[in-house]
């Protein structure tokens, strides 16, 4: 079975430049995730999809941030425009979903993809 | 917001020895996940216990839950140089607007297991 696939693994960028990040979950996973992970921290989530219907952003910086899931399959996180404290590693996560969004069981990670804003 | 907080935040053992990881959160939860994460790697799922659980095993793993001290503790027996990871306790709970659950991971706990 594929595992979460990320691109790119690695992107350095000037701040006030612009990225995207793409995630493909596994192949049956309703919920797709998206986290920011700063070096020497946890990961925070940013949005959180059930199939292409937002559940969870709240914690998305909303003026520079922006998510999508087409066809609630593949996800694309932009940034635009970068800051200095955008460098981070964004991990994109997938799992089954029982009902009403309680998912209740493992996130599958894929590699993440690394951010330095210089 | 961090709910997990792991503790210690590092932890260098001797390949051979056991290795305890402590996880204290603030809120009731549905459950509460390990994961493990290698240096510039994806995390990994170790082992979920539910809130209605006091004690699960995996392997060399083993996991409490003491809901009334809402706390969480993980021990890996005879460790191994490669369990050289970062561990990360996530709790499954309502988000603050109480519709959705969400996990919510901690800062970690760094192992270095010495050969």
């Known amino acids: 079975e594929a595992g979460v696939a990320q691109s790119p693994r690695y992107k350095i960028i000037e701040k006030r430049q612009s990225v995207a990040f793409w995630c493909n979950p596994i192949s049956g996973h309703a919920t797709l995730y998206w986290y920011q992970q700063i070096l020497g921290q946890g990961p925070k989530l940013l949005i959180q999809?059930?199939?292409?219907?937002?559940?969870?952003d709240s914690q998305l910086p909303k003026d520079r941030f922006s998510a999508e899931r087409l066809k609630g399959v593949d996800s694309t996180l932009k940034i635009q425009p970068a800051k200095l404290e955008d460098s981070a590693v964004y991990l994109c996560?997938?799992?089954?979903?029982?009902?009403?969004?309680?998912?209740?069981?493992?996130?599958?990670f894929g590699e993440g993809s690394r951010l330095t804003v210089l | 917001s961090q709910q997990g907080e792991e503790d210690p935040q590092a932890l260098s053992i001797q390949e051979g020895e056991n290795a305890t990881m402590n996880c204290s959160y603030k809120t009731s939860i549905n459950n509460l996940q390990w994961y493990r994460q290698n240096s510039g790697r994806g995390l990994v799922h170790l082992i979920l216990i539910r809130s209605n659980e006091r004690e699960k095993h995996s392997g060399r793993l083993r996991v409490t839950l003491d809901t009334s001290k809402k706390s969480s503790s993980l021990l890996i027996t005879a460790s191994r140089a490669a369990d050289t990871a970062s561990y990360f306790c996530?709790?499954?709970?309502?988000?603050?607007?109480?519709?959705?659950?969400?996990?919510?991971f901690g800062k970690g706990t760094l192992l270095t297991v010495n050969p």
């Open positions: 996530a709790t499954d709970a309502p988000n603050s607007g109480g519709s959705n659950y969400k996990l919510t």
């Open positions: 996560a997938s799992s089954l979903v029982s009902d009403r969004g309680f998912h209740g069981g493992e996130l599958f």
């Open positions: 999809f059930q199939n292409n219907g937002v559940v969870d």
